[in-house]
C-alpha cells in the first residue's frame, strides 16, 4: 500500500481503518486529500474498510480557501482522473463502486463533503459528539451525487429535502433518530464498535460479502457516474454566481450572507 500525505492508513487483520489526517483544517479536503483517499480505496486488499477522522471532526468537507475560494487551480491529475470517472468525484466513485463493505466511524463534525462522505459508507457509526449538515445549499451551491442519491434512501424524502434545502446542522442523537446512523455511542467507544461490526463482517465468507454489496448497488443506487455527472455541471454553473461567491466570503469573513438570486 502507498504511503499517503493527508491520511493515514493501517490494516488490522482484514481489516483496513482510513484516518483523514488534516486535523488542523478540520480534516477539510484539500485536492491531495481527495487523490490519497482514491488511491486508499481503489489499492485496499482489506475485506472491510472503516473510515474515520484524525482530531475533533470528521470531515468539515472542501476547504474552503483552497477549493471554494478558487484559491489554487486544480492539479492536471485531480483534473484527469475526474474526466475518466465523467465529471463524478473521483474520490466518490472509488468509495461508491467498491465492492469492500465501509464503516463510517463519525468522531465529529460531517459537514458539507464530509457528510457525502458518509452518506458513501454502507454504515455509520457516530460518536456522541457527531454533528451532520449538507451545508451546499448556504454556500450557494448544490449538494454532490451521494447526498442526492443516498439521502432520501435513509431519512426519506421529506426529511432529506429539510436537510438540503436548509443547511441545518443535527446532533447524533437526531441523526440516529431519523436513520441516518445505525448506531450512536460515547466518544471513547466509537472506534473499538466500528472495530467489532467490521471485524464480524470480515470473518464470513469475502466472496459471499462481495455478492450481497453488489446486490445492494444494483437494486437501489442509481448511476452514480450519471447523477455525478449532472451534480458537478450544476455545482461549476453555481459557483460561477454572485450568490455562491458571496457564501464563501461570508463564510471567510464569518458573517451572514446576504444573497441577491444571481
Not at 1 to 15: D, I, P
Not at 74 to 83: D, I, L
Not at 239 to 261: H, M
Amino acid at each position: 500500500m502507498t504511503e499517503f500525505a493527508e491520511l493515514e492508513y493501517e490494516e488490522r487483520g482484514h481489516v483496513g481503518v482510513i484516518r483523514l489526517n488534516r486535523p488542523e483544517a478540520m480534516n477539510s479536503l484539500n485536492y491531495r486529500l481527495y487523490l490519497d483517499l482514491e488511491d486508499c480505496v481503489r489499492q485496499t486488499r482489506a475485506r472491510v474498510l472503516v473510515l474515520t477522522g484524525n482530531g475533533k471532526a470528521f470531515c468539515a468537507g472542501d476547504d474552503v480557501k483552497q477549493i471554494l475560494g478558487g484559491g489554487v487551480e486544480p492539479p492536471r491529475e485531480s483534473r484527469e482522473r475526474s474526466r475518466a470517472t465523467g465529471g463524478l468525484t473521483p474520490a466518490a466513485d472509488a468509495l461508491l463502486h467498491s465492492d469492500v463493505p465501509i464503516i463510517a466511524a463519525v468522531n465529529g463534525a460531517a459537514v458539507g463533503w464530509g457528510m457525502e462522505l458518509a452518506l458513501m459508507a454502507d454504515l455509520r457509526v457516530a460518536s456522541e459528539r457527531a454533528r451532520f449538515g449538507e451545508l451546499f445549499v448556504i454556500r450557494g451551491l448544490c449538494c454532490d451525487a451521494p447526498g442526492l442519491g443516498r439521502l432520501a434512501q435513509l431519512v426519506g424524502r421529506e426529511r432529506a429535502a429539510e436537510l438540503l434545502l436548509t443547511g441545518d446542522v443535527i446532533d447524533a442523537a437526531t441523526a440516529r433518530e431519523i436513520g441516518l446512523v445505525s448506531r450512536v455511542v460515547g466518544h471513547d467507544a466509537l472506534l473499538p464498535t466500528a472495530m467489532e461490526i467490521a471485524e464480524k463482517i470480515a470473518a464470513n465468507p469475502p466472496l459471499a460479502v462481495k455478492a450481497i454489496k453488489q446486490g445492494l448497488r444494483r437494486t437501489l443506487d442509481p448511476d452514480w457516474r450519471d447523477v455525478g455527472r449532472w451534480a458537478i455541471e450544476q455545482i461549476t454553473a453555481l459557483r460561477r454566481t454572485e450568490d455562491s461567491q458571496e457564501g464563501v466570503r461570508a463564510f471567510l469573513e464569518k458573517r451572514t450572507p446576504v444573497y441577491v438570486g444571481r
